[in-house]
């Protein structure tokens, strides 16, 4: 894999296909090896960036001297969008929907079109006064800070899987699959400061450029439909899709499902 260096910053991404410029953006714990299947579906017509995130494949680890921000991790993108011929496209999961977010506004009307996948702003959840979404979401983090801190990944991963993954996620994992799933999580230790504590309002939200698209699964966790239906209320001109099943983990677990979906929309603009 291919990796661009900025100082000291080291920034590992893959890239395939030759066109318009998309660029894809993690979830917590995957790194950008989740978008293998995505990438093979548009790289006859686009040329398919996916980066590592922050401690992530060969991508620097991130410091943990200051809290970690959105803005820092969006860096990583404009790093890469330097490279490139606008306009640039977005996709982003979960985390990576967060930071995919934040890329486009700071592109501006570099972005073309912007796809969140079941994102996970959380600080719009304080900010709109979603009480019980946005503690779901801090009891979450809490968990993770604490142990953590301690060093006790498996407890981290236990939780951070039933909850992400579905009840029972942990107890069906393979050993093999639960180390690996356990020393893929320090990296999400520093995430949550980025997601809750941004200042982004959504009015900023509303007024991006990027044509955007929001995918879920109706039936996710109570804080991602929090946040859409305040993405529904507030950006009443964006599109939104629902997949049936799959849950938080669709684009990964259900990528047959939500492939097409993202496909369909990138296409859209370039015809």
Known sequence: ??????????????????????????????????????????????????INLFGYG??????????????????LVMALSEKVASPIHLVGHSFGG????????????????????EPNPFYLL??????????ESRDLRDHVKCFGSLGDWSRVAERFADYWLGDGSWSAMPDKRRVAFSEALPPNFYEWDAVMDEETTVEECKGLTARTLVVS???????IREIVD???????????RSVAEGG????????????????????????
């Not at 967060?98 to 996948?117: I, T």
């Open 217 to 223: 699964d109706q039936a996710t966790r109570l804080p």
């Open 230 to 240: 305040i993405f529904v209320k507030a950006c009443p001109h964006w599109s939104f």
């Open 1 to 50: 894999m291919p990796i661009l260096s900025k100082g000291s910053l080291k920034i590992d991404y893959t890239d395939d296909g030759q066109g318009p410029t998309i660029v894809l953006v993690h979830s917590s714990v995957s790194a950008n090896r989740q978008w293998r299947a995505l990438t093979e579906l548009l790289k006859d017509r686009y040329r398919v960036l996916a």
């Open 248 to 271: 938080h983990m669709a684009p990964l677990t259900h990528s047959d499902l939500v492939n097409p979906i993202i496909r369909e929309f990138l296409d859209a603009g370039s015809a």
């Open 98 to 117: 967060s930071v995919a977010l934040k890329a486009a506004m700071l592109l501006g009307p570099r972005a073309g079109r912007l796809v969140l996948l």
């Open 126 to 135: 304080k900010q709109d006064g979603r009480t019980r979404a946005f503690a």
């Open 58 to 75: 060969d991508t620097t680890p991130w410091p943990g001297t200051s809290p970690q921000s959105l803005y820092a991790q969006a860096q």
